[in-house]
T-cell receptor, first 114, second 110 residues
Framework: EPEVTQTPSHQVTQMGQEVILRCVPI?????FYWYRQILGQKVEFLVS????????KSEIFDDQFSVERPDGSNFTLKIRSTKLEDSAMYFC????????????FGSGTQLSVL | RKEVEQDPGPFNVPEGATVAFNCTYS??????FFWYRQDCRKEPKLLMS???SGNEDGRFTAQLNRASQYISLLIRDSKLSDSATYLC???????????FGTGTRLKVLA
């Protein structure tokens, strides 16, 4: 079964550093998402991406965050200057397109900001 | 009111029991509804979509009540392997956002 792939599985960084989390969505999917889950809390929507632009973003997704689809396969989340509270599991997800509502998740990147 | 609300549990039930979870949502224009399962520190995995007519997949039955804005999940003949957190997910109509509830934790006991 095709799957969403995320790298790295764990990322440790110092506060104030930039990090890039990488995702390879399922190949024929058109809609891409980033979610995060702080330990013990719920899965929170960050941003959705379609047709090479952001279609929706949450209040969490401030100027420190950006997303990019640099080529036909990768979808990245960049955090410019990490804060302690950015420590969380970050999940990438994709879905096929209109009429296909099922969201498929990658196994996540655990980000630890020290 | 929260967009998607669930009782966090935990629900501790013996093997073989039937257990039901409810979830309420606030946006009456929501169109798509799902139950996901999440094991500890793993990604959410789709359990089933929820349709207006209700749907069943083996031991799992999902129902949608649009008038009262809630969805339910029934698990029959619980197995130890059903122990997990069950996430209610609602797509906000007209957006591309899927909103997750806090999840309901289930522990099936031997």
């Amino acid at each position: 079964e095709p799957e969403v792939t995320q790298t790295p599985s764990h990322q440790v960084t110092q506060m104030g550093q930039e990090v890039i989390l990488r995702c390879v969505p399922i190949s024929n999917h058109l809609y891409f998402y980033w979610y995060r889950q702080i330990l013990g809390q719920k899965v929170e929507f960050l941003v959705s991406f379609y047709n090479n632009e952001i279609s929706e973003k949450s209040e969490i997704f401030d100027d420190q965050f950006s997303v990019e689809r640099p080529d036909g396969s990768n979808f990245t989340l960049k955090i410019r200057s990490t804060k302690l509270e950015d420590s969380a599991m970050y999940f990438c997800a994709s879905r096929a397109g209109r009429g296909a509502e099922k969201l498929f998740f990658g196994s996540g990147t655990q980000l630890s900001v020290l | 009111r929260k967009e998607v609300e669930q009782d966090p549990g935990p629900f501790n039930v013996p093997e073989g029991a039937t257990v039901a979870f409810n979830c309420t949502y606030s946006n009456s224009a929501s169109q798509s509804f799902f139950w996901y399962r999440q094991d500890c520190r793993k990604e959410p995995k789709l359990l089933m979509s929820v349709y207006s007519s209700g749907n069943e997949d083996g031991r799992f039955t999902a129902q949608l009540n649009r008038a009262s804005q809630y969805i339910s999940l029934l698990i029959r003949d619980s197995k130890l392997s059903d122990s997990a957190t069950y996430l209610c997910v609602v797509e906000s109509s007209g957006t591309y956002k899927y909103i997750f509830g806090t999840g309901t934790r289930l522990k099936v006991l031997a």
